[in-house]
């Protein structure tokens, strides 16, 4: 079976830049969470969604959005990128809106 | 605001020894608590979890603990392998906090079990 798949692994983008980023989930997952992990930090909780609403959002600025589609993948999207959004974006995905994730490997964004 | 504390950084032990790695929390709201561990290049991976009205889950080598009264968790490796050389971290969260079921993460501890 497939786990969750991110795409792309890395990222180099330029300050005021556009970003997207992408999930799929687990076969049959119907929720995708969002996290972003500093350089040594934990993970940072940015969204949840589940059957294509959000269900919560963490403490980040306009700039972050995200939505699902009815395929229950899911994008993330920041815009006018800034240095300190260069972090690890983890994409976790769960049978229901529950506590059982499965984090995919991520994608590394570097704002330059 | 951390309302997850790994104050351990680091931690380095000897293959065959137990591994202790410790999680404080603040929030009394948090109702379930989660272990991950994470490989360079990869995503956490679940480890155990435990429920606020238990005060120890056990699976295999790992046992979770949980002191609600002093809002303290550990995890208990035993025997520590090679391979779990890792980065730990202690996650909680509670379904009555908002409608989300999101994870607050600790800042890690890593974990070298020397051969």
């Known amino acids: 079976d497939a786990g969750v798949t991110q795409s792309p692994t890395h990222l180099i983008k330029t300050r005021g830049q556009h970003v997207t980023l992408r999930c799929s989930p687990i076969?049959?997952?119907?929720?995708v969470s969002w996290y972003q992990q500093v350089l040594g930090q934990g993970p940072q909780f940015i969204f949840q969604?589940?059957?294509?609403?959000?269900?919560g959002r963490g403490n980040f600025p306009d700039r972050f959005s995200a939505r699902q589609f009815p395929n229950y993948s899911s994008e993330l999207n920041v815009n006018a990128l800034l240095l300190g959004d260069s972090a690890l974006y983890l994409c976790?995905?769960?049978?229901?809106?529950?506590?059982?994730?499965?984090f995919g490997s991520g994608t590394r964004l570097t704002v330059v | 605001d951390q309302q997850v504390k790994q104050n351990s950084p680091s931690l380095s032990v000897q293959e065959g020894r137990i591994s202790i790695l410790n999680c404080d929390y603040t929030?009394?709201?948090?109702?379930?608590f989660l272990w991950y561990k994470k490989y360079p290049a990869e995503g956490p991976t679940f480890l155990i979890s435990?429920?606020?009205?238990?005060d120890k889950n056990e699976d295999g080598r790992f046992t979770v603990f949980l002191n609600k009264s002093a809002k303290h968790l550990s995890l208990h490796i035993v025997p520590s392998q090679p391979g779990d050389s890792a980065v730990y971290f202690c996650?909680?969260?509670?379904?009555?906090?908002?409608?989300?079921?999101?994870?607050?993460f600790g800042s890690g501890t890593r974990l070298l079990v020397r051969p």
């Open positions: 976790a995905s769960s049978p229901d809106a529950n506590y059982g994730y499965t």
């Open positions: 969604y589940y059957e294509k609403e959000e269900r």
């Open positions: 996650a909680a969260t509670g379904v009555r906090m908002d409608s989300s079921y999101k994870l607050i």
């Open positions: 076969s049959g997952h119907k929720s």
């Open positions: 435990i429920s606020s009205i238990k």
């Open positions: 929030n009394s709201m948090f109702d379930y």
